[in-house]
């Protein structure tokens, strides 16, 4: 068995968490967001008149005893959502300048797992997809918190590799995942080509996009000066470049306009967008991308 990846104090503060999502999605049946559609659940929630080929067991015999009438039992029904996570394995993620760094594909190792958790404690279903240049044997985690070890042993065995290439990711998972659900991915989203474009295409075939965006400290805000060689972690393309202290504010601010992109694009889709470095504690980074209320996070917090 591999090491496990969250400590069994993290696990205890998860239990309490619920993976959400915002959008109704019409025809799908149990989890734990409330659906506005009636069926077979646990909550009453009307009448309607029995009509042929109704479930019997759903009757209300009492109230046709009274008035002879046959009139059928509505409940409140749970979406059961599809979960799919799309977690980046691309070398750039295992790129860390400093070696006090945890580094990004640990990180996202660490939060994919948490996030899985999550689920499972709600009884969802989470499909886990690494992907890189294009999308790896995925991991389908169902069951309850009792099926997280084999999470744990998927998660741990990932291994960096590849490059990114986010356009065709979209196609593939397009392809195969054409029931719209809640998609969470976790990625420094560094590519050679568009990342936007391909995100919006997710989002157009229905699914909810939760992004949460990991980088280090020193990709937002290098501390370089003088003649330096910087190496592309995916491609091994070198460029030397002469820095100072107004070159390295120009690009902290080209990467902050580059984050806001993705985070106006996924929020205007209806989604939700998470970024931090992984400087930050890993249960702060976990309760900011389940967008949890002021109140909740005290109470998670608490583990109250």
């Known amino acids: 068995m591999a090491e ?3 400590d069994r104090r993290l696990l205890e503060r998860l239990e309490r968490l ?4 915002h959008k109704s999605f019409r ?29 019997l067991r759903a009757v209300n015999w009492r109230a046709y005893l009274r008035l002879e009438k046959l009139f059928l039992k509505m ?13 980046d ?23 994919a797992a948490a996030l899985t958790y999550v689920a499972l404690v709600r009884h969802d279903t989470v499909v886990l997809l690494p992907f890189h240049e294009r999308l790896a044997d995925p991991h389908t985690a169902s069951g309850g918190r009792h099926r997280f070890g084999p999470v744990n042993d998927f998660l741990a065995a990932l291994q960096p590799e590849g490059r990114s290439n986010f356009l065709e990711i979209a196609r593939q998972f397009i392809s195969k995942y054409q029931k719209p659900g809640l998609l969470v991915i976790l990625s420094d989203f560094l590519d050679d080509g568009d990342v936007l474009k391909p995100l919006e295409y997710l989002a157009d075939f229905g699914h909810e996009l939760l992004c949460v965006h990991v980088y280090t400290d020193s990709e937002r805000q290098p501390q370089l000066s003088g003649e330096t060689t910087l190496r592309d972690a995916e491609s091994g393309t070198e460029l030397q470049l002469a820095l100072d202290a107004e070159s390295c504010r120009a690009y902290t601010e080209a990467f902050d306009r580059y984050a806001s992109a993705i985070e106006h694009l996924v929020l205007r889709t209806g989604g939700r967008y998470a970024g931090f470095s992984t400087s930050i504690p890993l249960d702060e980074a976990i309760f900011e991308a389940l967008d949890l209320t002021g109140a909740e996070l005290q109470r998670a917090s608490r583990g109250a």
């Open 4 to 6: 496990p990846l969250l």
């Open 18 to 21: 619920t993976l959400r999502w």
């Open 27 to 55: 025809g799908l049946v149990g989890g734990r967001n409330i659906s506005r559609y009636s069926g077979p659940g646990l909550e009453f929630l009307d009448h309607r008149r029995f009509h042929q080929g109704d479930d």
């Open 75 to 87: 409940f409140q029904t749970e979406p059961r959502t599809p979960i799919r996570m799309l977690v």
């Open 89 to 111: 394995t691309s070398l750039s993620m295992s790129a860390s300048p400093d070696p006090a760094d945890p580094g990004k594909f640990d990180y996202a190792r660490r939060l």
